[in-house]
């Protein structure tokens, strides 16, 4: 059993697709099929069903893939302790973040990190936050950035900033003419919201709540950009973060909603799993992110 074999396996079974398993590797397909049957008959079991009609991971697969994850990680923990023998940092940091982190946070904050250590290499991915949790749990990122609370036990959660949401529409809609919005007013309105598992959606769910028990008409959009571009439009109100607003309410684009309504604020937080704590990158990223001040 190769690190090599490994790495095409968890690729195989993340994308469950050969081909673009062979794609992201830089492997021909006919290499990956050799990977995987040599991983299958050192086991002596199937690792994936495959038919024209179905291609799923066995049980048996399952399990080499949550170990697969953990080798894996931990092979790359050791090449960058070693490489700290040199006192260079190097290597891969792959971070998992929300959408509203990844978008507006997450690039700014990287700036000294990579400055300090610039053979560094960092792989970021977008998703809502319940999959990046997941990703964390499952081990296919070395770290986490998530908006709002963590529902999976045994992750580490360090909080590294405070973020608000405000209420938002375009100039053009009939609220952004007024001084005061009432309750009423926005429970009339047509809200455009994110998917469900975002945490900008669970923290949207609370505010329409604190709102009564009238349920808005909604329009539901899975980016913040995609949120924010229907607000300009004129198609609804939105609660998004002040982060995703900035340049919105820079240009005269969007208008902020004074509803007086308590403030909404939300924590940061940086989401790793207990074994990744003494990665380099990882305590690295950790210092450099939610240390700062």
Same mark, same amino acid.
């Given at each position: 059993? !190769? *690190? #090599?074999? %490994?790495?095409?396996?968890?690729?195989?079974? &993340?994308r469950?697709?050969f081909t673009?398993?062979? +794609?992201?590797?830089?492997?021909?397909?006919?290499t990956?099929?050799?990977?995987i049957?040599?991983?299958?008959?050192?086991?002596?079991?199937?690792?994936?069903?495959?038919?024209?009609?179905?291609?799923?991971?066995?049980?048996?697969?399952?399990?080499?893939?949550?170990?697969?994850?953990?080798?894996?990680a931990?092979?790359?923990?050791?090449?960058?302790?070693?490489?700290?023998q040199?006192?260079?940092?190097?290597?891969?940091?792959?971070?998992?973040?929300?959408?509203?982190?990844?978008?507006?946070?997450?690039?700014? !904050? *990287? #700036?000294? %990190?990579?400055a300090?250590?610039?053979?560094? &290499?960092?792989?970021?991915?977008?998703?809502?936050? +319940?999959?990046?949790?997941?990703?964390?749990?499952?081990?296919?990122?070395?770290v986490?950035?998530?908006?709002?609370?963590?529902?999976?036990?045994?992750?580490?959660?360090?909080?590294?900033?405070?973020?608000?949401?405000?209420?938002?529409?375009?100039?053009?809609?009939?609220?952004?003419?007024?001084?005061?919005?009432?309750?009423?007013?926005?429970?009339?309105?047509?809200?455009?919201?994110?998917?469900?598992?975002?945490?900008?959606?669970?923290?949207?769910?609370?505010?329409l709540?604190?709102?009564?028990h009238?349920?808005?008409?909604?329009?539901?959009?899975?980016?913040?950009?995609?949120?924010?571009?229907?607000?300009?439009a004129?198609?609804?109100?939105?609660?998004?973060?002040?982060?995703?607003?900035?340049?919105?309410?820079?240009?005269?684009?969007?208008?902020?909603?004074?509803a007086?309504?308590?403030?909404?604020?939300?924590t940061?937080?940086?989401?790793?799993?207990?074994?990744?704590?003494?990665?380099?990158?990882?305590?690295t990223?950790?210092?450099?992110?939610?240390?700062?001040?």
């Open positions: 059993m !190769l *690190l #090599e074999q %490994l790495k095409t396996f968890t690729e195989v079974a &993340e469950k697709n673009k398993a062979g +794609e992201a590797l830089n492997l021909a397909q006919p990956v099929s050799l990977h049957r040599q991983l299958e008959e050192e086991f002596g079991t199937p690792l994936f069903i495959r038919s024209r009609k179905q291609f799923s991971i066995t049980p048996a697969g399952r399990l080499l893939y949550e170990k697969a994850r953990q080798l894996l931990l092979a790359e923990e050791t090449k960058e302790d070693m490489m700290r040199s006192g260079e940092l190097t290597g891969t940091l792959t971070v998992a973040a929300s959408y509203t982190i990844g978008e507006y946070v997450l690039p700014r !904050l *990287l #700036e000294n %990190l990579l300090a250590h610039p053979k560094l &290499e960092v792989i970021i991915s977008i998703s809502n936050t +319940e999959e990046v949790e997941a990703k964390v749990r499952e081990f296919r990122c070395d986490g950035c998530i908006e709002g609370t963590v529902r999976l036990d045994g992750l580490t959660a360090v909080p590294f900033m405070e973020d608000e949401l405000i209420v938002v529409c375009g100039t053009g809609h009939p609220l952004a003419r007024m001084a005061d919005v009432s309750p009423e007013e926005l429970q009339q309105a047509r809200w455009i919201t994110r998917e469900e598992g975002s945490g900008t959606r669970e923290h949207t769910d609370h505010l709540r604190s709102l009564g009238v349920k808005p008409a909604r329009m539901i959009i899975g980016s913040n950009g995609g949120v924010i571009q229907a607000v300009v004129g198609l609804g109100v939105a609660a998004v973060s002040v982060h995703a607003a900035k340049d919105g309410l820079e240009t005269g684009q969007l208008v902020q909603l004074d007086h309504l308590p403030p909404q604020k939300r940061f937080s940086i989401l790793h799993a207990p074994a990744m704590a003494g990665h380099a990158a990882v305590s990223f950790l210092k450099t992110v939610a240390g700062r001040k």
